[in-house]
Structures are given as C-alpha cells and as structure tokens.
C-alpha cells in the first residue's frame, strides 16, 4: 500500500459540519481527482479540534498548517495551490485580532498554545470512525496493560492515587468512587458513562464522543475490571445524533475485535456495553435520575443513600461517570498515578475541558491544565471579549454555577477555588458576558431554565424556583419590591439546603452570585426603575438623535412594526408606544444615530 | 477477528507512518521546493522519485513534505534533507538517479553526497 504523502485533517465535528464541512469534504475529493493527486492526498474526517469559531477548519499534515473559515468555492485554488504546488495559501490562515500576519501553523495559534491535551489528546489527529487509528495512537493498550499486569484493587488504586475527580460537575474522586462500587457485595455490577450533556453552552462531552469514541468504551471497559462489572451503559442524549452514530460505530469496531464481549484479550474478562438514548431531560444528568430513566421509570432523583454503588441500576451496585473522567482513565494507566497528579493544583489535578461560549472571540473547546487563571482562559487562549467590549463576568458550571466578575478573574480553576468564590467548575461550561449584559437578567434566564427542567418530584425545587423567577421576572419589568433581594436571599438558602438532588440544590448559584457582585444592578432595577446594562426591555427607550440621523431611510424601512416614521434627508423619529424595542434599527444605522436609553 | 495483546503493537506498526505523520515525529524530513521554477524544471517527478524511494524502502519515519521556491530558481528542482539533530542540506539540479543516490546514502546512513550538495544549512527566518 502506497502511503499518502499528505494528511488533509478536516474538522467534521458538530460545529464545523453545520458549517458544511461535508460539501467541503466532497469538494477536495473531487478537486484531488481533478488532479490526479487521490492517491497522494488523504481527506481525514476528524472529530471536533476545538476552534468552532473560525469553522470550517482543517490542519495540513505534515507541516502543521492550518486553515479556517473554508468555503466551497476556495476549495480549487487551494487544492492547485498547496497540494498539487506546495504553497500554503495565506489568505485562508488564522490572522489574530489586532494583528495583521497570518499564523500559518496551529502550533504558533495562542487559542492552540496554552492548552494542555489529555482527554483530548486524539483531537484532530484521528478519524473516529477508525478503530485503527486509535490504537495506531496506543489505544487499547491500558486495557492490556491492566487485564495482563494489574489486578483490580491495583486499578482502583492507581485511579485514586491519580486524584482524578468527577468531571460531570460533583468533583467527587472517581477512585474512591469505584472503591465503593468495588466494595460492594454483589455478583451483578454496573458501569455507566453519563453521556447526558445539557448546560445550556456546554458541548465537552459531545465533542469528546464525536471525536475519540474508543477512548470513552476503552476507559469504562477499564473501570468495568476494577469494579466487577461486566455490562455498561453509555447514556446519550438523542440531541446528538452524531455522537450516537459513533459511539455506535466503535462499539461494533471494538466487538469485532474482541475488545468488547467475552474472554477480552484471553484474560478471562467479559465486558459488553450498549447504548441508551435519552430524551433530553436537563435532570437526567444527576445520577439517580439517570438510572431510572435507564430502568424505564420517570427520570426523578431518589433520596441518597443508598448511592448508586451501593444499589443502582436494577438496585445492583453500579458506578456512573462522566464522559470526560472516562476519557483520562487510560492516560493514567498507561503512564501512571504519580505523573497525572503532577498536573493541576494541590486538590485538583489534571485538565479540565471547558467549552468557551457568548460573548469571546475565540469560542471553542479548550482543554487546559487545573489551576490556570480564568484571566489566561478568557484572554489569552479566548483572544478576550468580542467587539472590543468590555468584559463583564463570566458563567461557570452553567445553570448550577456562579458569576464571577471582573475582580476575581485570577482565581486559578480548581473545585475548591471556585466553590470559594460561589460557583463551580461543574461540567466545564463558560459563558462570557459583556458590558451589555444586565446581570439581573443573566440570574432570570438560569432560573427559567432550571425551573423549567425541574422535575416537580421535591417542593423547594417546584415551587421555589417557580416563585424565585416570578420575582426576578417582575425586577427585570421594572415592578421590584425594596424587600425582594432579603426574600430571594431567603429562598436561596432554603432550596439550596432542602432540595432533593443537585438540580434544585445548585439552581440559587447564578441567582446569589449575581446579588453578591452585582447587587447595584438589582438595585437600580428596584429603586430608580433603570437597567444600567440597558438590556431590559421593560425599562429602555429607543430614541434617534438628531444630531447623528442624516434621514436616509434604512431603519424605517427595516423596522418590523412600522413604528419610525420620517421624511427622506429629514430626521426621523421612533414611536415609543408602538416600537417593541427588537434593536434592528440600531445594528442597521450607519451613523451611530440610534441610542437607547435607561 | 479477535484481537490479543500482542496484536494491538501489528496494527500500531501498520499505523506508524500515518502516526507518525501527523504528530510530526520522525527522525528525517524530506522537503522537495515545488515554487514555479520547481515546477518548471520538473520537480513533480522528483516529489514521485523520493515518494517511491520511501515506499520501497519501508521507512515509517521520515517525514516527506513539500514547499514553495527556496529562492536559487536556477539550481531547480531542488531538495532539502534535515536529519533530526543535524543541519539541513540542500541539494540542487535534481534527477531521478540523484534522488536514488541521496535516498540511499544521506536519509538511510546518514552521509552526505557532496557531489549534489549546495551546502548546509537555512537562511535565518525572522
């Protein structure tokens, strides 16, 4: 078999394939063809490589460059130019905000520079779809190297000296964790990954699925051995499609070798896995949820003990963990405790995936080592707040987190550091909010998220939340109360304490953090009936200055309700009874005329 | 087919090249300057001659890539060897034969032939 030259490593993530990365793909193909270079030129569809900003993305190996922002028409030139020629074409590499050259190797790209790569370590270098170019990249090999050489408690204890902790959002160690579950009495054990992603902005653990499926059934076939499972299950939600499509794909790859059923590699160990696709419910996430939803009950959470390594699915021990804890399981085998808890912080080790979202330049999926500052992330690796606004707070943990603000952006990221400063890492969402971001209505948006994800079965988390976004919502109109900040700090202390599960117990997070760093927000909602972010549309006005409208027509034209009127070359004006305040008038005037005011 | 341990390093082997390609490890790089002027004078046939050189040889770790004019347009169709550790060497006035011989002698044992060389070394970048 002649070997290819070249490695075209197309992104076919989520992301980048809603940004046709597949016409892309058929593109080249048929480009390559064209000129005769099939044989020398290979396409790699690859999993998500983290920069969904600048997609359609695709890196040229050997060299390392990369290219961004592909369109279809681009595809001749550049297959003419760089593959049949072996000139790297500039126009379409990555040239940073503020700067003016382009960076043509991902190497030499600050998004790329400061991560550290550990669950992620396949991203961009293989295609998911093939089972042999994972183990090409060792895969496989920790789960010989535990089924030749180690015995259970030696797993169990490997993991736990590792201080690998719970990347779903509890931060419990996954060691001691499957020591429970090892520990139990039983003949019939569990093993689950919570594939069941559904922070609002949070992509982690689908990108890890879509990318390197092998690595999720390859870390739970491991944890399988250590707790005396011998079936798990991955539960997905059926919002991912892609993600199932793969992790389908491998699991038939990894059976047809051997690598899943009965005797795995002559050992005497017998390991299955099947797929159980969820409906979506934010709940379902917290791990007794889950299991019902799983044994065909209603997805409620259950009082806590018994934990699920005690009776779980079935009411048999069971160990559930998160996608992104299974995907470091087998870097900490193959190269052991002592080097992954040298990474990170004193009680948070390793790296932590985050998915960077709102308001940043460089939004995408970033894996970077604990205790980095959230400052590197947002800035450095973030390339720092969109349209040169500036930064106001950012949303860890989504809907369960905190805000944090400006004045705490050095806080290193670890579980206890931020639980400190009110929030959490949870599953590793992070949403970037800027100076037009009322952060009354931040706290009002999570709140009608959670409370419309409650699942009704405890009273403080159905009613509470219920009555703590009526409050919110009526700040937010401008009807608040002078009493109404004492109240919902009530209600937080009282659902975060007497809820029944996680859900309802971290949903106060965005609301308390908010009234801590934000409180002069609420109050000018309450007392003087202003948004200062000017976001809240109860409380702005959309006026055109007169000094600025040179009456060119545009925004009475693209003003939906008809509600600015105005000769041409006159000044114009909004009606304010009529206008509903959408702000097109403003993002289309070129003169800066519209303004609005609080 | 039901894979044992042993079978997991066979298809790593298989793998290696394409690995190794990717993550840029390997131990020599071949650079063939395909600028206008290489072109030109035919350095697609060379690209192919070190392709089929790499083939037969087995090797799965040396690098092979391409890139634009390196700037001496009249000693085309040109090639650099960069052995990991030791400077880069140009080679200038390229044939089929010389790229047998280059193979052969510098990317496998490591000796320079002097006979197609230019010289040692790359103009500082920067």
Known sequence: MQEYRMHLMLCAGTGCVSNHAFDIEKAFKRELEKHNLQDEVQVVDTGCQGFCERGPIMIVQPGDIFYEMLEEKDIPYLVEEHFLKGRPVEKHMYVPKGGENPIPKLSDIGFFKKQKLIALANRGLIDPENIDEYIGREGYSALAKVLSEMTPEEVVKEVKDSGLRGRGGGGFSTGTKWEFAKNSPGDEKYIICNADEGDPGAFMDRSIVESDPHVILEGMAIGAYAIGATHGFIYVRDEYPLAVERINKAIKDAREYGLLGEDIFEAGFDFDVSVSRGAGAFVCGEETSLIASLEGNMPEPRVRPPYPAVAGYKGKPTNINNVETWANIRHIINRGAEWYSSIGTETSKGTKVFSLVGKVNNTGLVEVPMGISVRDIIFDIGGGVMNGKKFKAVQTGGPSGGCIPESLMDTPVGYDTFAKIGSIVGSGGMIVMDEDNCMVEVARYFLAFTQQESCGKCTPCREGTRHMLDILTRITEGKGKEEDLDVLEDMCGLIGSTSLCALGATAPNPVLTTMKYFRDEYEAHIKEGRCPAKECKSLITYTILEDKCTGCTLCARDCPVTAITGERKGIHVIDPDICVKCGICKAVCNFGAVRIES | ?126
């Not at chain 2, 790593?12 to 004078?41: F, P, Q, W, Y």
């Not at chain 2, 697609?44 to 799965?60: N, P, V, Y």
């Open chain 2, 1 to 126: 087919m039901k894979l044992k341990p042993e079978d997991l390093k066979k298809i790593s082997d298989k793998m290696e090249a394409s690995t190794n390609l990717r993550s840029g490890a390997g131990r020599a790089k071949i650079t063939v300057h395909m600028g206008t002027c290489g072109i030109a004078t035919g350095s697609r046939d060379i690209m192919k001659a070190f392709l089929e050189e790499l083939e037969t040889s087995g090797q799965k770790d040396i690098l092979f890539t391409t890139s634009g004019c390196a700037g001496l347009c009249s000693h085309e169709p040109m090639a650099t060897i960069e052995i990991k550790g030791e400077s880069p060497v140009k080679y200038v006035h390229l044939t089929k034969e010389k790229v047998k011989k280059i193979f052969d002698e510098h990317v496998m044992k490591g000796n320079i032939v002097e006979e197609s060389a230019l010289g040692r070394g790359s103009e500082r970048v920067g």
